[in-house]
């Protein structure tokens, strides 16, 4: 087992991001192979995308609400709702509300 303290974990830049802070709290570094998880704070106007990235992701929100949009469709995720980002999938994030939203994110690491 590998126990990592959440002050212990170091900030990232993200490509095509805006408005955030990102905690890296598993990576691999830490000899994990097959993914990544952070802890990703948006601002009210903040987001990502739209792009799309060679792995699959998850989403989970953990306070506030988020905006996702695929193929011109919009998700609005709340408090303990995930969603699956396919690899090559294009997909954009938008907090809307006047609140920050924490959201947990696991990505699959490239091969």
């Given at each position: 087992?590998?126990?990592?303290?959440?002050?212990?974990?170091?900030?990232?830049?993200?490509?095509?991001?805006?408005?955030?802070?990102?905690?890296?709290?598993?990576?691999?570094?830490?000899?994990?192979?097959?993914?990544?998880?952070?802890?990703?704070?948006?601002?009210?106007?903040?987001?990502?995308?739209?792009?799309a990235g060679p792995?699959?992701?998850?989403?989970?929100?953990?306070?506030?609400?988020?905006?996702?949009?695929?193929?011109?469709?919009?998700?609005?995720?709340?408090?303990?709702?995930?969603?699956?980002?396919?690899?090559?999938?294009?997909?954009?994030?938008?907090?809307?509300?006047?609140?920050?939203?924490?959201?947990?994110?696991?990505?699959?690491?490239?091969?």
């Amino acid at each position: 087992m590998q126990v990592k303290r959440f002050k212990d974990a170091k900030t990232y830049e993200a490509a095509n991001h805006r408005g955030y802070t990102s905690f890296a709290l598993i990576n691999k570094p830490e000899s994990i192979k097959n993914f990544t998880v952070g802890l990703s704070h948006f601002l009210p106007g903040g987001g990502a995308g739209p792009d799309a990235g060679p792995v699959e992701k998850t989403y989970t929100i953990l306070a506030g609400e988020l905006t996702i949009i695929i193929d011109g469709k919009e998700t609005v995720l709340g408090p303990l709702d995930s969603c699956y980002i396919a690899a090559g999938e294009s997909r954009e994030i938008i907090n809307r509300g006047n609140s920050v939203v924490t959201m947990l994110v696991a990505v699959e690491m490239p091969k």
